[in-house]
């Protein structure tokens, strides 16, 4: 019997450290260090929430950029790969009807981005390379300049720690379609 209390105490012990204390400590530190990360880093506009930086959304209509494709969805709730094989046929078609869809051609091939999906399905970013591609398409539906869109494309390319190890730059695209939005 000794033996049973001494586990339920452990367990006790254990449960309050590892659910509540550690949980809270992180959350305070998360609030008072990064805040904006806390909440969600979420985007409002015009007093409602349109979404979060660190979330893709799906953009289908051409006048919008287009994020990377997602396996699944863009659901937040459902974040992973697709566990596709880089020679699984299934991915090969998907790549390939993507590509047919954004215009590449033998002369003009599409960066990898745009057809591959990220290892989450999640990612909020494409690579200023995928974004400009876009600008053609994007400039025609809107009836905007494509040297205003470069601009745009450029005033949105995040610095971030990527580019210090020899990452590509990239652009947020929620971020990059709501400037587009208050542009126009």
Same mark, same amino acid.
């Given at each position: 019997?000794?033996?049973?209390?001494?586990? +339920?105490?452990?367990? !006790?012990?254990?449960?309050?450290?590892?659910?509540?204390?550690?949980?809270?400590?992180?959350?305070?530190? =998360?609030?008072? @260090?990064?805040?904006?990360?806390?909440?969600?880093?979420?985007?409002?506009?015009?007093?409602?929430?349109?979404?979060?930086?660190?979330?893709?959304?799906?953009? &289908?209509?051409?006048?919008?950029?287009?994020?990377?494709? #997602?396996?699944?969805?863009? =659901?937040?709730?459902?974040? !992973?790969?697709? /566990?596709?094989?880089?020679? #699984?046929?299934? +991915?090969?078609?998907?790549? %390939?009807?993507?590509? &047919?869809?954004?215009?590449?051609?033998?002369? *003009?091939? &599409?960066?990898?981005?745009?057809?591959?999906? #990220? @290892?989450?399905?999640?990612?909020?970013?494409?690579?200023?390379?995928?974004?400009? $591609?876009?600008?053609?398409?994007?400039? @025609?539906? *809107?009836?905007?300049?494509?040297?205003?869109? $470069?601009?745009?494309?450029?005033?949105?390319?995040? %610095?971030?720690?990527?580019?210090?190890?020899? !990452?590509?730059?990239?652009?947020? &695209? +929620?971020?990059? /379609?709501?400037?587009?939005? *208050?542009?126009?």
């Amino acid at each position: 019997m000794k033996d049973i209390v001494t586990t +339920l105490r452990l367990m !006790g012990v254990t449960l309050l450290i590892c659910c509540i204390a550690y949980p809270a400590v992180i959350l305070a530190f =998360a609030r008072i @260090g990064v805040p904006a990360s806390a909440q969600g880093s979420l985007i409002e506009r015009d007093g409602r929430i349109v979404g979060s930086s660190r979330i893709a959304q799906a953009f &289908v209509e051409d006048s919008y950029f287009w994020p990377r494709p #997602s396996a699944v969805d863009y =659901a937040a709730d459902a974040a !992973g790969g697709s /566990n596709l094989s880089p020679v #699984s046929a299934r +991915l090969t078609e998907r790549a %390939q009807q993507i590509a &047919v869809r954004v215009g590449a051609t033998a002369k *003009r091939p &599409v960066p990898a981005d745009l057809v591959a999906a #990220s @290892g989450s399905g999640l990612d909020p970013h494409i690579t200023t390379a995928a974004a400009r $591609y876009q600008v053609g398409r994007v400039a @025609g539906a *809107r009836g905007l300049d494509r040297a205003a869109l $470069y601009a745009l494309i450029d005033e949105h390319t995040e %610095q971030g720690w990527t580019r210090a190890i020899g !990452g590509a730059p990239v652009v947020n &695209v +929620l971020e990059l /379609n709501l400037a587009l939005d *208050r542009i126009q």
